[in-house]
């Protein structure tokens, strides 16, 4: 992220971002399948609406 160029808010939100991702399926992130992450954004929006 560095090699980009990103903000330091901006490397922090990613990173509590996949922080979540994996506390929600008690799983790494690369061991998820792409259903499950669109699965978890949908949720997430469904929270905040």
């Known amino acids: 992220?560095?090699?980009r160029g990103m903000a330091?808010?901006?490397r922090e939100s990613y990173l509590t971002a996949v922080a979540r991702l994996t506390r929600h399926y008690h799983r790494a992130?690369?061991?998820?399948f792409p259903a499950e992450v669109q699965a978890y954004l949908i949720y997430m929006l469904r929270?905040?609406?």
């Not at 992130?29 to 998820?32: K, M, S, T």
Request: net charge negative; no cysteine; hydrophobic share 40%.
């Open 29 to 32: 992130p690369d061991g998820l």
């Open 47 to 49: 929270l905040e609406s």
């Open 1 to 3: 992220m560095l090699v």
């Open 8 to 10: 330091e808010r901006t």
